[in-house]
């Protein structure tokens, strides 16, 4: 018998459901619904909500990332840029971040929906016309700590037996449980009841080696979840009428192993090669009978579903183009091609991951990520648009909801390329200048611009070896003049091609394969050079859709090659520059020679001029009153009768200890000095410690209470599980004088993301020390810690963790923290002044304090904090938690800091005096921070075409941060 699926999925041929329509105009909105249930259906073409086909265009807003006063000019920008879903993803331990009010209890604690308010969230984005696609997880990556995982799942005497995302009873009743309570408190917003919910999410990149038992499970269980929700919200309405609407929504599973009544899902910088490539989706299986399976036929059965088209993320000490760990920023054309590709082949549903990233407020990001999180997509950390990417994009958005109606009337076109007679124009610096041009310049005519084939491409193609600002600037004034680009004559074109042939593709994909899947134009045409790559063969394309209404027609017409060509497509000549698509709009009855019945309606590398540009300055005011505290590091009563400690033969993990509740673990240990070294000619012994470490973690080590140095690790997403990281500390020269005080302050730098692998143990992701021993240089022998000390200790108890920084236990990181007395009647902490440029050593706690009424920030002015002037801490703004702050050099810049602007949301501002407070654990030589301000402000002519060449061409620049 057939499988059950959700939606409704026609068995022609094509895919197609002729009941789905396309009469409201294929691009619809959550305002269209007006309110009324309705059925979200789908088939091999599209979705269709209340019987209408729709083109999803959405972007990913996370509303933990987003200061709430933001989320309505958020998700406004996004309807007004022409997107019509907002993707959300929902973080379990931002939710659920301890159990039972007491660590590591057996149960999860109260849920609390207000830390993240999603109802208001989603009440928003539907007020602004945005339908909802909700990623629930449970494990959903996201560059979030533990994947969104709360930590207290680590807790092995709780949950001694629990494996990640397998079928394990402990995690399936775990996760169920949680799906099942998002979903009941969201259930009216659900769009059978009438809300603006459409799609849901179970799992998260799931691998294709995945248990079949746990893979179909999740699937059944976020489908019961759904209907339970559902039937719920009709109980306690007596208003909603479901007349007509499905009992269900389709729920998605991307990029990895999918349940038979899920739909699948790419995740990716491309993914054209995911409609393309059935090997693509080999893993992927609906039910057909009891005893057999057969792929799941994306394009067939299943609409083209991108719920994942990456954009750029940073990691500490990383840059653009020597990414560590991670991908990075891709260019705002190479953004379009891709896009421009996906929706070519069949594609209807494309989400743009980040749309507005945010930032990784408190202990929130995932492993090695800055504070600034995906600065170089659509809309910037700060809430600005990052322009011209912004805009570029906006005019690809506007052509595809006009070409909607067309595109979702017609079959999917992939495997039905048509290929183009094009010749290649020869490009080379004939004149030395740095640039390359062409043999033979194409002129753009008056009448092209008036066809609107204007600059259909970057104009100079700078050899970057050159380089320097004389290159820059002539590629700015070739742009600015015309350059390459626009229309050339039709008796230009060569026959290289048959022209007009229906055949399968994969001859147009075989070299845009070797070079499309990467991430950047740069590294494909360093890829295409080195593989002795010089002519245009089989990939220059053509794919048209028909109008079932008229004589119209939409085409995409692309050149997946790292060549400028001229491209002959009904009798209309158009140059196209290397990796490149063209929106056409026509009318076929309207043909007759060269451009007639032809208008371009978005070029990908035609990347608009935009009159104004994101620029960051200081502040009209800055901060003072600055004061420190100097935080002991010595195990003295008070300390000890302040924080929290427990002791043991050896370092224990770190989040075991102090859970979600710090990233800060100290370990203290002592050890007796070796006896100088030489009976006649005593020598100091050189000491070396030794510490195995955990991956993405700061190691601060002191002795006696000095600070000796510093080691960390900054790898995002390691390739093991459980990973060990050696480092080795010089103690320096220590002779046996006194018993000395080891203390190791480890700082996570961010749980891993990345627990992908099924059976994993919670375990695997711990952070602080693992192992740690002192050495001799001369004898390479191992030193013998000694007992520690106190009435509870037991014997042969050699470590002390103590749980965060003291002054994180006095509150010194809370406004309005009241002054705590010591037994003599001073103040304590004691705070004294201190001066701009003074050296801070050790753990110091720093308060300034701003005006925030002088900083004169006008509507739509972003406040940032300059940390130029720190080292590594924490900074909390009247009380709210900023998050980390680092100026670790980038690894192609050593003078160019990671990150220096911080995001200081409006909303956490008072009128007069602010404070902000800085955990300074790092050690900063010049003492000092300043406020800055990020506004867009006009840009003069040759300041937009320098953004142009910036994100073209191979090249990306994000956001100043």
């Known amino acids: ?62 509303p933990a990332r987003v200061p709430p006063g933001e989320w309505a000019s958020t998700l406004r920008q996004m309807r007004r840029n022409g997107l019509n879903m907002v993707q959300v993803y929902v973080f379990w331990n931002a939710h659920e971040p301890s159990s039972s009010g007491a660590a590591f209890s057996d149960a999860p604690g109260s849920t609390d929906w207000d830390v993240v308010d999603l109802r208001r969230f989603i009440s928003i984005a539907a007020s602004e016309g945005l339908f909802v696609n909700l990623r629930i997880g449970p494990y959903v990556c ?51 009841v009438g809300g603006p919910i459409a799609l849901t999410q179970v799992e998260n990149e799931l691998a294709y080696d995945a248990p079949e038992e746990y893979v179909r499970w999740a699937g059944e269980m976020a489908r019961d979840a759904v209907r339970d929700a559902l039937e719920m919200a009709i109980d306690n309405s007596e208003t909603i009428d479901t007349a007509g609407a499905a009992p269900i929504i389709p729920i998605l599973m991307c990029e990895g192993s999918v349940a038979p009544n899920a739909v699948p899902a ?32 994306v394009l067939v059965d299943y609409p083209g579903v991108w719920t994942e088209n990456e954009g750029g993320y940073q990691t500490w000490g990383g840059s653009p183009y020597k990414p560590p760990a991670y991908f990075w920023g891709r260019g705002a054309d190479d953004v379009a091609w891709a896009s421009m590709r996906w929706f070519a082949r069949g594609g209807a549903h494309m989400n743009y991951y980040m749309y507005a990233g945010g930032n990784n407020f408190g202990r929130t990001g995932g492993d090695a990520m800055t504070t600034a999180y995906a600065t170089d997509v659509n809309v910037c950390p700060d809430g600005l648009p990052n322009e011209p990417k912004f805009s570029h994009l906006g005019n690809m958005h506007a052509a595809l909801r006009e070409a909607a109606p067309t595109l979702l009337g017609a079959d999917p076109q992939v495997g039905r390329a048509v290929f183009l007679p094009h010749h290649g124009v020869l490009v080379g610096d004939t004149d030395d200048d740095g640039l390359w041009e062409g043999t033979e310049r194409v002129p753009l005519t008056d009448e092209a611009v008036k066809a609107g084939h204007a600059a259909m491409g970057s104009t100079a193609f700078s050899k970057e070896r050159k380089g320097g600002e004389n290159v820059r600037r002539a590629a700015l004034a070739r742009r600015r003049d015309g350059g390459f680009g626009g229309v050339a004559a039709a008796g230009a074109v060569t026959d290289t091609q048959t022209s007009g042939e229906m055949v399968s593709d994969a001859f147009a994909q075989e070299v845009t394969e070797r070079f499309a899947e990467v991430t950047s134009r740069k590294r494909a045409v360093a890829r295409a050079s080195s593989s002795g790559f010089t002519e245009v063969s089989g990939n220059v394309v053509a794919f048209e859709y028909d109008s079932s209404t008229d004589d119209g027609f939409v085409a995409f017409v692309e050149n997946n090659s790292p060549r400028v060509v001229v491209a002959d497509f009904k009798g209309g000549a158009f140059t196209l520059t290397p990796w490149s698509s063209v929106l056409i709009v026509g009318d076929a009855s309207d043909l007759t020679t060269g451009l007639g019945g032809m208008r371009v309606a978005f070029n990908s590398s035609d990347v608009p001029k935009t009159p104004s ?18 935080e002991p590091v010595a195990l003295d009563p008070r300390v000890l009768r302040e924080t929290r400690s427990v002791t043991a033969p050896s370092p224990l993990p770190q989040i075991a200890l102090v859970g979600d509740t710090t990233e800060f673990l100290w370990y203290h240990a002592s050890f007796e000095a070796p006896e100088l070294a030489g009976e006649d000619d005593p020598v100091v012994p050189r000491l070396w410690l030794k510490i195995v470490g955990r991956a993405a973690n700061r190691y601060s080590v002191y002795l006696d209470g000095a600070p000796v140095a510093a080691v960390s690790d900054e790898t995002h997403s390691p390739s093991a599980q459980n990973q060990e990281i050696e480092h080795w500390v010089d103690l320096g020269l220590v002779a046996r004088t006194h018993v000395r005080a080891l203390s190791i302050l480890s700082e996570s730098l961010g749980v891993s993301n990345y627990p992908i692998f099924p059976g994993a143990k919670p375990g695997d992701f711990e952070k602080g020390v693992v192992y740690a021993e002192v050495r001799r240089e001369d004898t390479d022998e191992a030193l013998e810690f000694l007992d520690a000390h106190g009435a509870t200790v037991k014997p042969g108890d050699k470590w002390r963790m103590r749980f965060g920084l003291y002054g994180e236990a006095l509150g010194l990181h809370l406004r309005e923290t009241k002054t705590k007395e010591q037994d003599v009647g001073e103040a304590y902490p004691k705070w004294t002044p201190v001066a701009p440029g003074a050296e801070a050593q050790g753990v110091t706690w720093l308060r300034a304090a701003f005006d925030s009424d002088a900083l004169e920030l006008a509507p739509g002015d972003a406040l940032l904090l300059d940390a130029q002037g720190l080292g590594r801490g924490h900074a909390w703004v009247n009380g709210h938690d900023l998050g980390l702050y680092w100026n670790i050099a980038r690894n192609d810049a050593p003078y160019d800091e990671t990150q220096r602007y911080y995001v200081v949301p409006r909303e956490w501002l008072v009128r007069g005096e602010n404070e902000c407070v800085f955990a300074e654990v790092g050690g900063a030589p010049e003492l000092g921070a300043a406020l800055a301000v990020a506004r867009m402000e006009p840009a003069s002519e040759d300041e937009a075409l320098e953004a142009i060449w910036a994100v073209t061409g191979g090249r990306q620049r994000a956001c100043e941060f």
């Not at 609906?286 to 036929?297: F, Q, Y």
């Not at 005011?621 to 420190?628: E, I, N, V």
């Open 142 to 192: 996201a560059e979030w700590k533990f994947g969104g995982l709360p930590l207290w799942l680590m807790n092995a005497t709780a949950y001694p037996d629990l494996l990640l995302r397998t079928n394990e009873p402990t995690w399936m009743r775990l996760t169920g449980d949680w799906f099942r309570r998002v979903l009941f408190e969201l259930a009216d917003f659900l769009a059978p």
């Open 613 to 630: 540009l994101r620029r960051v300055s200081r502040a009209k005011a800055g901060f003072f009153d600055w004061r420190a505290w100097r």
């Open 1 to 62: 018998t057939a499988a059950t699926l959700l939606g409704s999925v026609a068995g022609t041929a094509s895919g197609a459901n002729p009941a789905f329509s396309t009469s409201e105009g294929a691009f619809l909105t959550f305002d269209d619904m007006k309110g009324a249930p309705y059925a979200v259906e789908y088939d091999g073409r599209s979705f269709a909500v209340g019987g209408q086909r729709t083109l999803w265009l959405s972007g990913s807003v996370h």
């Open 266 to 297: 790419c995740n990716g910088p491309t993914c054209a090669e995911y409609l393309s490539d059935p090997s693509s989706r080999s893993d992927m299986y609906v039910e057909v009978d009891d005893n057999a399976v057969e792929p799941k036929r």
